[in-house]
T-cell receptor, first 112, second 114 residues
Framework: SQQGEEDPQALSIQEGENATMNCSYKTSINNLQWYRQNSGRGLVHLIL?????REKHSGRLRVTLDTSKKSSSLLITASRAADTASYFCATDAIQGAQKLVFGQGTRLTINP | EAGVAQSPRYKIIEKRQSVAFWCNPI?????LYWYQQILGQGPKLLIQFQNNGVVDDSQLPKDRFSAERLKGVDSTLKIQPAKLEDSAVYLC????????????FGPGTRLLVL
């Protein structure tokens, strides 16, 4: 069963604009992670936010976590063509199976 | 620091044949994962090892899939016999200790079953 679900499934914006992707999940978590996957490649870890944190920054990335709504958002500011990729959230649930569960991903396209 | 290595990168086989994938995790990483990623979906965990012991293999189709991690380092994932629906990318990842930490992924093996 899917724990995290990303929204939208696909997003296309112009270079320089900001991109926002959302992730919703079902059960209480220890932490939530965001990964990027370029076409034909493995996943690259972007950021980890713990359940007691509300916001985290890394370069042009900003992640928020709202545990009351069971949702997270990833904001990429000043997008570049190199940001074109699929972005996945992954959750580490407190109870149940002790494993990361990935969502379906958001396919982001940055148009030059 | 060398990353997670996987081979082969691509494999094409016919249904009912067998295939094996190899993974070498980052040196010193205790936990190793195998994921299956079907086109358009997120990775799905097949099996997780802590050192050379299995932590979770609840989603591994054990009638056809097997995996081992001898000596707690390299790992192999085998499919025998393969089915059409096994066409996917097989990703190996490792982390220092537990599943809640950052995972480091290899480039994956793209399998096509005809």
């Amino acid at each position: 069963s899917q724990q995290g679900e990303e929204d939208p499934q696909a997003l296309s914006i112009q270079e320089g604009e900001n991109a926002t992707m959302n992730c919703s999940y079902k059960t209480s978590i220890n932490n939530l992670q965001w990964y990027r996957q370029n076409s034909g490649r493995g996943l690259v870890h972007l950021i980890l936010i713990r359940s007691n944190e509300r916001e985290k920054h890394s370069g042009r990335l900003r992640v928020t976590l709202d545990t009351s709504k069971k949702s997270s958002s990833l904001l990429i500011t000043a997008s570049r063509a190199a940001d074109t990729a699929s972005y996945f959230c992954a959750t580490d649930a407190i109870q149940g199976a002790q494993k990361l569960v990935f969502g379906q991903g958001t396919r982001l396209t940055i148009n030059p | 620091e060398a990353g997670v290595a996987q081979s082969p990168r691509y494999k094409i086989i016919e249904k009912r044949q067998s295939v094996a994938f190899w993974c070498n995790p980052i040196s010193g990483h205790a936990t190793l994962y195998w994921y299956q990623q079907i086109l358009g979906q997120g990775p799905k965990l097949l099996i997780q090892f802590q050192n050379n012991g299995v932590v979770d293999d609840s989603q591994l189709p054990k009638d056809r899939f097997s995996a081992e991690r001898l000596k707690g380092v390299d790992s192999t994932l085998k499919i025998q016999p393969a089915k059409l629906e096994d066409s996917a990318v097989y990703l190996c990842a490792s982390s220092l200790y537990t599943q809640g930490e950052t995972q480091y992924f290899g480039p994956g093996t793209r399998l096509l079953v005809l």
